[in-house]
Each structure stands twice: as structure tokens, then as C-alpha cells.
């Protein structure tokens, strides 16, 4: 009798339909209706305190939060909502520096200029390059803006530890994920974001590692260090879950740098290493196949290796017949493979940052962008060399040094995979730049420090130690 009234109850119910506002009500309390109404009441608090929507911006951008739903918020334009009230707010506050007059700065101005000219001129294909270009801007426009609003050593530090987090939370959840699987399949990044492919993101962790033992660093609540500390370990793993050979590459070569930095400042990483490698013993033996392909012969012999050979060809034949500005954004089309191997096509672009640059962009664009990351190794080296032996400032010579780190990654990565406008790298770049400009200011007292984002207050005004002598604008 009760079995029967509930099945007449819930009959009925759905044959009248969901009530007035249930729609609208469930959607609210989905996960895709909290994150909109989180990132909706941030954005007053993103004009008001620009700093804090750039570092909102980073979150959605590198965490891709609405893209691990599957709702609405999928498609929802999240970055450029922050961006615009963290842009209104910049035209207000009194919290910003002058932007900085380095060789970099003119380096990426010049970067952009290029972008511009092969995208009006020369570009195959050009509604997909204007495309690209605003995109890119848009990233360029922000680098400036952290430039502008990040010179102090407590928004510094906040900005490392939203990037830190913000991916190393995604490598950690996937970490756990392989392990539980027995690493059978390959993990993903957040799907339709930079990380989506599974090379991306073992790439861009291999990028995040010296980031998260900065970030642990610089925390001085013992919760958070250990959290970082476990984050670590845990992205080292997920490097492993990816089934990434580039990433497998990349952090052979900047994990002993890192290690040798670790030693003596954090031997915690040591050991937090040493557990994650062991994770390598439960990998299945297709993984362990398909990483001793790494070596160029048996490379050469995959599929995977022949179609990335194929576009390293097809990228530097397009480069030597466009030298002055290349074709534009991404002019890999069937044509264009028709054209240099015919009868083969596959929808790849180069694979390669330097072979993208030069096929897209012409040698100015490969030599601008060759010429910005030399001038970043120089900068953090000089930074590190500047600040050596003097304890106040010790902090930023390890900073510059794990940021060296990270970009010795990016370049390294970068062989294997075409991610040159990728707005990490660009981010990075920015707080390698604020280091120099900290120190180039020897006499100035700087604040102790702190654990952002948890010890003080996001709306309340903090006065913060400048980290360069650049003027405040008004």
C-alpha cells in the first residue's frame, strides 16, 4: 500500500512538471551556481582591490574551476568578467608603480608588434588569427597589470601561492586518481583549457614544481607548508599519471636543479621527491614502453614521433618561405600540409615553441622570443648574484632562482610542445621582473613574510613595502 502511494506521488510529479522557481533554485545550488555567485561577489572586491582580481584572473585561468563542471558554467566567460572589474579598478586605485623600464618590457612590446603585423598582413588564415591575436593581448595586457600592482613582498607572495595551488591542486587531485587506477589511462587537464591535453598539463606541472616549493618558502603557517609539501610530492606523481615523455623529460632535467637548491634550505623536498619517484614502481608496462621510446631512434620509430617530426618539417619549410612574418596564427590547414608532404595530413600544429614561433611569426618573431627568455636567464641570475650574503634580502635570490628554474622547464618542455603564448610563461616573466626591480633597491626595508590571503583581511587597506623605487601613479 505505501509502495504504491509513493509510486502515484512520484508519478505525478513528474508529469506536473518541476514547481515555479524549483528550476531556477536547483540551479543556484548546483556546484556551477556557488562558483557563479563566488565569482560574482568577487568582483566588486576585484575593482575595489585590482591586486586581488588579478589574482582571481590566475585562479580561473590556470585552475580552470568551471571547466571541471558540466552545467552551464562550462561556457561561462569567468576570466573576462574579472578582468574587466580588475581593469575598472586599475584606473582608480592608488596602489599601483610605475611599469617598469626593462629590456623585457621592450622585448614583449616588440613580441606584440610582430603579432600585430603577420596577423593584418600576412595571415593564412585571418579570422582565426585575429582570433588568437586578442587572446594574446589580452594575456599581454595583464602581465602589464601585474607588473603595476604586484611590486610589494605581500602581494608577491600571494600571487605565488595562487599559482602554486591553483595548479598543484589539479595535479594533486590527479596524482590521486592514477594511483588509485594503477595509472591504466592517461590523465587530463581541466577540457577546452590550455591543460586540456595530457602533455599540457604534465608540462605545465613540470613548470609548477619550483613554484610550489617557493610558495612553501615563503608560508610561515606549518598547516600550509604541509599542504604545499604534500601538493609537491603529489604533482610529481601526476607528471607520471599523464604518460607525458616531453614532461618525463622536462623534469629530469629541473627536478635536480631543484633538488640541489632543496638541500639545504628545505631538505623536506628531498624526501617528498624521493616518496613521489617510488610512485614510478606502480606504473603498468605499456607506461614503462612508451618512456624508453624516448631515445631518438626509438622516438623516430612511433607514431606519435613520426606525426611530431612531420610537423617539425611542415613548421620550418612554412618558416623559410614566410621569413619576414611567417603566416600568422596557426596556419596549419590541410592545405599547408599538402603542400610540403603531400598526401600526408595530420591536425597537429609544430610541437615545438621555437618552430611555432618561426613558422607563425618569421625569424623576427623566433629571435624576439629566443632574445626574452636569454634576457629573463640573465636578469634572475644577476637578481641572484645581486642578493647573495645579505640576509634581508636572501629571500629574493631564491625566489629568482626557483622562478629560473621553472622557466629552464618551460624552455626545455618547449621542444616537445607548442605552448609559446602560454600565460604562465608570461606571469612568471612579470614576477621575475619585480624581483630584479626589488633588488635594485638595497636601502629599502622590507615586510616580513606573511601568509597571504589568510592573516589579513582582502578588503582592508594594508600598507605595503614597495619593492622597487618606482612611483606610486595617482
Excluded at 596556419?331 to 610541437?351: I, K, L, S
Excluded at 621553472?406 to 609559446?420: C, Q, R, T
Aim: glycine share 8%; aromatic share 10%.
Amino acid at each position: 500500500m505505501v509502495e504504491s502511494m509513493l509510486h502515484a506521488t512520484v508519478a505525478f510529479a513528474q508529469s506536473a512538471g518541476p514547481a515555479p522557481g524549483a528550476s531556477m533554485l536547483s540551479a543556484i545550488l548546483s556546484l556551477d551556481g556557488l562558483l557563479t555567485l563566488l565569482i560574482v561577489a568577487l568582483l566588486p572586491l576585484c575593482a575595489l582591490r585590482p591586486w586581488i582580481g588579478v589574482l582571481v584572473f590566475a585562479w580561473i585561468g590556470y585552475m580552470n574551476p568551471h571547466r571541471l563542471l558540466d552545467g552551464f558554467a562550462f561556457h561561462m566567460p569567468y576570466a573576462k568578467l574579472v578582468a574587466a572589474a580588475t581593469l575598472c579598478g586599475l584606473l582608480v586605485t592608488r596602489e599601483r608603480y610605475a611599469l617598469p623600464r626593462t629590456r623585457e618590457v621592450y622585448l614583449v612590446a616588440a613580441l606584440w608588434v610582430i603579432f600585430v603585423a603577420s596577423t593584418l598582413l600576412v595571415a593564412l588564415q585571418p579570422a582565426v588569427a585575429r582570433e588568437k591575436l586578442a587572446e594574446i593581448s589580452k594575456i599581454f595586457l595583464m602581465t602589464g597589470v601585474t607588473l603595476v600592482l604586484f611590486q610589494d613582498r605581500y602581494k608577491l607572495t600571494a600571487l605565488v601561492l595562487v599559482i602554486a595551488l591553483s595548479v598543484g591542486l589539479l595535479g594533486a587531485g590527479g596524482a590521486l586518481w592514477g594511483l588509485s587506477t594503477g595509472f591504466a589511462e592517461r590523465l587530463y587537464g581541466p577540457p577546452r583549457s590550455f591543460l586540456g591535453d595530457n602533455n599540457a598539463f604534465g608540462y605545465t606541472l613540470t613548470i609548477v614544481l619550483p613554484i610550489i616549493a617557493l610558495a612553501r618558502r615563503q608560508a610561515e603557517r606549518r598547516w600550509l607548508r604541509r599542504v604545499l609539501l604534500a601538493v609537491f610530492a603529489l604533482s610529481i606523481v601526476a607528471v607520471f599519471a599523464t604518460w607525458s615523455r616531453g614532461a618525463l623529460i622536462g623534469l629530469c632535467l629541473s627536478l635536480p636543479l631543484l633538488l640541489a637548491w632543496s638541500w639545504r634550505r628545505d631538505p623536506a623536498i628531498l624526501l617528498a621527491t624521493a616518496a613521489a619517484c617510488l610512485a614510478i614502481y606502480a606504473t603498468p608496462r605499456p607506461w614503462v614502453e612508451r618512456m624508453q621510446t624516448i631515445t631518438p631512434t626509438a622516438y623516430r620509430d612511433t607514431s606519435s614521433g613520426s606525426k611530431r617530426m612531420a610537423s617539425w618539417y611542415v613548421a620550418l619549410r612554412l618558416g623559410l618561405d614566410h621569413p619576414i612574418l611567417g603566416a600568422g596564427f596557426r596556419p596549419f590547414e590541410p592545405d599547408v600540409y599538402e603542400r610540403y608532404m603531400p598526401g600526408y595530413w595530420d591536425n597537429h600544429d609544430a610541437h615545438n615553441h621555437y618552430l611555432q614561433l618561426f613558422a607563425e611569426h618569421g625569424v623576427p618573431g623566433l629571435l624576439l622570443f629566443v632574445a626574452l627568455l636569454g634576457s629573463l636567464f640573465l636578469t634572475l641570475w644577476r637578481t641572484r648574484r645581486a642578493t647573495r650574503g645579505d640576509p634581508p634580502r636572501e629571500w629574493i635570490g631564491e625566489a629568482a632562482q626557483l622562478v629560473a628554474v621553472s622557466l629552464v622547464a618551460y624552455a626545455v618542455g618547449g621542444i616537445f610542445l607548442n605552448m609559446p603564448y602560454f600565460d604562465l610563461f608570461y606571469q612568471l616573466a612579470a614576477v621575475g621582473l619585480i624581483l630584479q626591480q626589488a633588488a635594485r633597491a638595497p636601502g629599502l626595508e622590507i615586510a616580513a613574510p606573511c601568509a597571504p590571503l589568510l592573516s589579513v583581511p582582502w578588503a582592508r587597506r594594508r600598507p605595503a613595502a614597495a619593492l622597487s623605487p618606482a612611483r606610486a601613479g595617482g
